[in-house]
């Protein structure tokens, strides 16, 4: 309907002898979609007949067809489009289409009038989460929309708009909580289950009427969606059979169940209908037989199980196909790591999650896939009263769009780290940078330090960077916090209030270092303010040295010894604030942040370093004096180089026994040293931080070989093992972890890295 004014009319005549005749068909009314629609969402009509919305020009032609004007499409962004909706909006149906409008302008739309979405997603800007534009709008204003597909109509709201199914199959008060996230679902489920996604009539199913929400302020983020795709298992490893049994008296419940608050809802243990921890350990394996089989296809009798796995460590919905030939029930286990005792084949429990599912399933065939993306590289089917057939099974992946890198050398080693590291940053880059997929998936601060390097290298962009600093800087204030602090990880307060004062520094450092990136000054200015409130803050726990003592909230240097020294004057936690204050005197042209700074590094040389290594911490005596507790680390002395407080040429012969004698050498399974160790009175460090800031102090010392070394050292076990690439030296928490990803940014200093 995108013609001139006078065809318009013309056509609008035709249709009035139509629309009550005395026989035949009948035309239900007119349709205007167009001219008042948008340049770039056109479509084919020929951009001459555009037209700005015009209450008078509308008029005629609704005059011209005898009042018959139905339905009129609009794009609101368009001059004079809110105005002319209100008027039109009451004469006929305005609907919104044909358009580029963002969410805003889309919801203006709505607010003025229009109460329909023409073709839904088509002739709009495609749906993304941090941009919904028109659809998202539509949804939102619980407008009325069709979807179209092909040229044809495939579903359409009614008058009473969108409604919903809910799916009372799926049983909500399961115990399904770790900690941190939800590990676990069941599901009571005939053949009918999926009629609410496939039938044609809907009519007998149970629905419910979206009751629209208070409107809500959305973001606008430039990060593109992750690729979403089915990955298979590559072979079956073990079958066996099992017996169930009754450990009950022997289950504790930890934190997962118990701490429960009005921050962290959840079900407590008597409102838990289905106890699926229980289950999973009531379930004791025997006559296990190691297998090397394809994953096409297979039978499992009643009370056996096999066990596939994924070619790596993989991140997304696990989904199957199954046939039952009675009701059964499935019991589905998954872990990133096999058990090595034998008796599981599956730790469902690893790193203190409960990973369980349960599929409750009268005879019949068919196709499964969790709500919830999970973690695994395998996957444990388990048949409880009935013979099962199970194929296609794998996970639905998620991850990051795979990056235009390659590995350039022909080091073995070398290019399964390249490969674990591809994997690990892809399945932790979602919008923000995550922890890891398996356990929490939030975004924390410090790890994000170390995350935005390989997003710099892989992408040659920081926008997902942009959006993680920015997150921190929307609220005014943080509920649970003290005025200045920031929350440790994104989004938002910790439940109970618990804060990093560390992981804050490390935000500063990592605004310095996305301004050398990006040359984004906008972001360093509007962050000024929380900046200044932060040093504030830190302001009040410094003692007669200007260091920071008995500082408040959780005092983290690293996951090792290091954690447990950080009583009163913590060292590690003064040289990285230290760092801290000459990032800000860089960033904001501030010499008395600089004069601090230096003040604070002259006091830990003074204080604690012993003439050979810095001591981790001071505690004060009862007669007011600091004194040094004797206890040293290696991530200590790694902190000291990194930060300034120590350099190459004014700590040589330290610097000398950190780069021959400390490091992955001297540990044989971490924490423990091997016999023909050296300095066994300093504790070793760990994966995160110390390792990566001596990876770090390696390459800036330049001793390339010794980086190269030190890289397949730390994490060639990781890549054989898992694909992916792990929180800690050892296997005991997560197994693919965002930041272990920081690995490429070395890669890339060596020059391993090519394009593709």
Known sequence: MTLKEPVLIRAAECVRGFVRPEKGAKCAGIHLEGPFISYSKRGAQNPDNLHAPDRDMFDRINEASG?????????????????????????CTVSLGHSAASYDQAMAGFDAGARHATHLFNGMEPFHHRKPGLVGAALAAGAEA??????KVTAATGDSGFTARYIAEHEQKAEKFSFQRTFTEVYNLDGSYRDFEIASDVSSLAQVKLVPTEKKAFIARDSALNSYYHVPAKK?????????????????????????????????????????????RNIENKDITVTDIAADCTDIEKNHFAVFEMERNTTGQIEFDIVCEDDAEVLVTFSELLEKSGSEPVDFRHAGLVCSMIWRLKKGEYHLSTAEPYTAMYIKFAAKKANIRVSRVGMNYFGADMPKKAYAGSDKALGEIFDAAIETYRQNTFTIYMDCPSRERAGWLCDSFFTSRVEKVLTGKSETEKVFLENFLLPDSFEALPHG?????????????????NWAMWYVLELEEYLGRTGNRALIDTAKEKIYALLDYFRRFENEYSLLEKLDGWVFVEWSKSNELTQD????????????????????????AMEKAQKIKDAVNTLSFTGEFYCDNAVRSSDGNL?????????????????????????????????????????????????????????????????????????????????????????????????????????????????????????????????I
């Open 67 to 91: 009042g018959v004007v139905r339905l009129i499409t609009v794009a609101p962004e368009i001059d004079g489009a809110l105005d002319f909706i209100r008027y039109a909006s009451g004469v």
């Open 146 to 151: 069709e979807l179209i597909c092909d040229g």
């Open 236 to 280: 079956i490893v073990s079958r066996g059979a099992f017996d169930v049994g009754d450990y009950s008296a022997t289950i504790g419940y930890g934190r997962h169940i118990k701490e429960i608050s009005y921050k962290m809802t959840g079900f407590t243990l008597d409102e838990v209908t289905t106890n699926s921890l229980l289950e999973a």
């Open 485 to 501: 602090m920031l929350p440790m990880c994104y989004p938002g307060d910790h439940r109970n209030g618990n804060f990093i004062p």
């Open 569 to 592: 004057v913590n060292f590690p936690t003064n040289m990285l604030y230290a760092r801290m204050l000459e990032s800000v005197a860089r960033l904001y042209d501030d010499a008395n």
């Open 627 to 755: 004194v040094l507790s004797d206890k040293y680390t290696e991530s200590c002395q790694y902190y000291a180089f990194f930060c300034g407080v120590a350099t190459f040429d004014s700590r040589p012969g330290l610097w000398q026994i950190m780069r021959d004698d400390f490091g992955p050498g001297r540990v044989d399974v971490w924490p423990n040293f091997r016999d023909d160790a050296k300095w066994k009175n300093v504790y070793p460090s760990n994966a995160f931080i110390g390792d990566y800031l001596r990876l770090e102090l390696i390459y800036l010392f330049g001793d390339y070989d010794k980086l190269t070394a030190d890289i397949k050292s730390f994490f060639t076990k990781m890549a054989e093992t898992t694909g992916t690439l792990w929180e800690n030296e050892t296997s005991n928490a997560s197994c693919n972890h965002g930041f272990a990803s920081h690995v490429l940014y070395w890669m890339d200093k060596l020059g391993m890295i090519k394009n």
